[in-house]
């Protein structure tokens, strides 16, 4: 499949797998998820899931992406203790999920989002990226690149998957791996 290094770089490829992820949760029959900006996903909005994207290759030929999905399956009291944020695992969600299950689910789920993507862009993700987007409309704070941090609101994401956000009444867009997002 044909895939543009833009689409890559923007976080494009990175929100339709957190989507794609999403989508497999909900299969095995996990309600109540949302995604944070670029590629998390969260249930009952603890963090429960993530993904890290890869890129490698040359600037104008050939390149690679390496896709690497983490789920929470059942944290050990001992490496909870060591998290700094508020997270969750799949035993807590009340549905007994089956690993391997789970593994096809989200493979299918990837190949035929990726394809999607592969054919129709981001656009074809937006309505249900927003759908489940636990950063729009609140206050956050974008760490960049060394600068000093920055404050604002949420607005969602533009066409290309960069994260909107409000200050001062100013909307400006910020790139997926340029910086870190959490709630204010």
């Known amino acids: 499949m044909q895939l543009s290094k833009a689409s890559l770089r923007s976080g494009g490829l990175s929100l339709v797998a957190a989507v794609a992820v999403l989508r497999a ?6 309600a109540d998820l949302g995604v944070k900006w670029p590629n998390d996903i969260f249930y009952q909005r603890r963090k429960i899931a993530g993904i890290l994207l890869d890129l490698s ?10 896709l690497g ?24 969600c009340g549905v007994k999920v089956d690993r391997n299950h789970l593994a096809g689910t989200i493979l299918e789920a990837l190949v035929q989002a990726i394809d999607t993507f592969g054919e129709k862009g981001l656009e074809a993700f937006i309505h ?10 609140r ?7 060394k600068q ?23 909307t400006s867009r910020f790139n997926a791996g340029e910086v870190s997002v959490r709630v204010a």
């Open 25 to 30: 949760l909900q299969d095995c029959e996990i």
């Open 57 to 66: 290759g040359e600037s104008s030929g050939p390149f690679f992406v390496v």
């Open 148 to 170: 000093p941090m920055i404050t604002g609101i949420a607005r969602g994401i533009d066409a290309n998957g960069a994260i909107l956000i409000e200050k001062n009444g100013v």
């Open 69 to 92: 999905i983490g789920i929470n399956l059942k944290m050990p009291e001992s490496a909870a203790r060591e998290i700094d944020q508020p997270w969750a695992d799949l035993s807590q």
């Open 128 to 137: 249900e990226w927003n759908e489940f987007d636990l950063l729009s409309g």
């Open 139 to 145: 206050a956050v704070e974008l760490h960049y690149d």
